[in-house]
């Protein structure tokens, strides 16, 4: 059998034989321990923790990296009071006689922003409008802004948008609300942003959307910034669209024009007329979104004798009324327009009722409970007779009407 080598000496003496993993575990272990020893029993803050241990021969150098020791050795993991965290900071176990933490183990929290005043903070106010009209030689123009808008008055829509091109001051000019008092986008296919932002600046008090595609989210941005409105057409437009008007409120609305809307049911009339859900606690007085309308227009919507009860207790100061071709309106609708209990009994002016076809001649006394009634139109309703219309006309609630047309009754006021 071969012998083993003996180990070869060296230059600088003979070799000297390894260490075990075992001896030298415990001898890292011990040097370790007396580390410890020398670090003072001290509750500084981490500052000064710093400072004692940059001082002492016992913590790492400067010029030393992170986690290594004086005498080039890593200390094992676990084998000591000492841990490394991710950011290669050493932190001290709490037990082993040193400070809990030699330096903070991550980055300081950020400070808290100061607590500012809570208060409401309003818009700026508008610069106010120049009175003249400044020239390109330095002078203003003789004529001041009132005069202009005297002028504007008298021009349309398409002249007013040509004069807001000429300058600066006339486009400031054109938008004042006086001059647009009543804005028709009817049968326009869709509604720009540019639009709706238009109409905004402007501030109508009449507006047409009739057989438009607007949508609930566009209409609703309307209204929300359209508190003086006071004429709303929304006719031909789809019901998706017009339950917007449930969530906006209208408190200067007098005229609601809302005929021939597809798909309407009593359920969705009952969203519309009701009041808000959301009412204020200890208020005693339920006020529905129509309560200040005075002219309602609901042709050709399928309406019943319960949707016309809760018209009659949400919408009392009616003065003209639409039912024209509403095919369940028949003589008990009649009815209850004029029953005793009806608020609309002495506040109705103008009744429609075109295109009933259910209404009969057993319905037309009933209309001589309507003292205010000054037009009533039931042309084309099938089952009355001219006859009894001639007779309804001739006696009338306080005086006579006069037919220019076959069932067609008016009074001049």
């Known amino acids: 059998m071969k012998k083993p080598k003996p180990p070869l000496a060296s230059a600088e003496g003979p070799a000297v034989p390894s260490p075990s993993p075992q001896r030298e575990k415990l001898e890292r272990f011990k040097r370790m321990c007396q580390l410890l020893e020398r670090v003072p029993d001290t509750s500084s803050s981490s500052s000064d923790s710093d400072s004692d241990s940059d001082s002492s021969g016992t913590s790492l150098s400067e010029d030393e990296a992170p986690g290594e020791a004086r005498n080039g050795r890593r200390p094992a993991r676990g084998s000591s009071g000492e841990k490394e965290n991710r950011g290669g900071r050493r932190a001290v176990r709490p037990g082993s ?6 330096w903070p183990l991550g980055p300081a929290p950020p400070p808290r922003p100061p607590q500012l005043e809570r208060h409401v903070v309003r818009p700026p106010p508008r610069s106010p409008e ?3 009209l400044p020239l390109a030689a330095g002078s203003d123009h003789p004529l001041p802004r009132a005069a202009w808008l005297r002028v504007f008055q008298h021009l349309g829509p398409r002249e007013l948008c040509v004069c807001m091109r000429v300058c600066r001051t006339w486009s400031r000019w054109c938008y004042d609300k006086r001059l647009w008092p009543r804005m028709d986008l009817s049968r326009r296919k869709s509604l720009t942003p540019p639009m709706l932002s238009g109409v905004v600046r402007r501030q109508p008090r009449a507006l047409d959307l009739s057989w438009t595609g607007v949508s609930k989210k566009q209409l609703m941005w309307l209204l929300n910034r359209l508190q003086g409105l006071q004429e709303l057409v929304l006719s031909g437009c789809s019901w998706l669209s017009v339950s917007a008007l449930g969530s906006a409120p209208l408190p200067a609305l007098r005229l609601l024009d809302l005929r021939w809307i597809e798909d309407v049911k009593d359920s969705q009339l009952r969203e519309l007329l009701l009041p808000p859900p959301d009412t204020k606690p200890g208020q005693t007085e339920s006020r529905g979104r129509l309560q200040g309308v005075a002219e309602l227009r609901l042709a050709g919507l399928e309406l ?3 949707s016309l009860r809760l018209l009659l207790r949400h919408a009392p100061q009616l003065s003209a009324l639409d039912l024209s071709h509403c095919a369940h309106v028949g003589d008990p609708s009649v009815h209850l327009l004029t029953a005793p209990t009806s608020p609309l009994r002495e506040t109705l002016v103008h009744l429609n009722l075109a295109g009933c076809h259910r209404l009969t001649d057993h319905c037309l006394p009933l209309f001589r409970r309507c003292p205010r009634l000054r037009r009533l139109d039931l042309r084309s309703c099938r089952q009355l007779s001219p006859e009894a219309c001639a007779r ?13 047309e ?4 008016l009074k001049d006021s």
Do not use: H, Y
Request: proline share 21%.
């Open 130 to 132: 120049p009175d003249t």
């Open 97 to 102: 006689g040193g400070p809990l933490l030699s």
């Open 406 to 409: 076959e069932k067609l009754l």
């Open 392 to 404: 309804l006309a001739a006696a009338g609630p306080p005086g006579p009407f006069r037919c220019p």
């Open 304 to 306: 019943t004798d319960a």
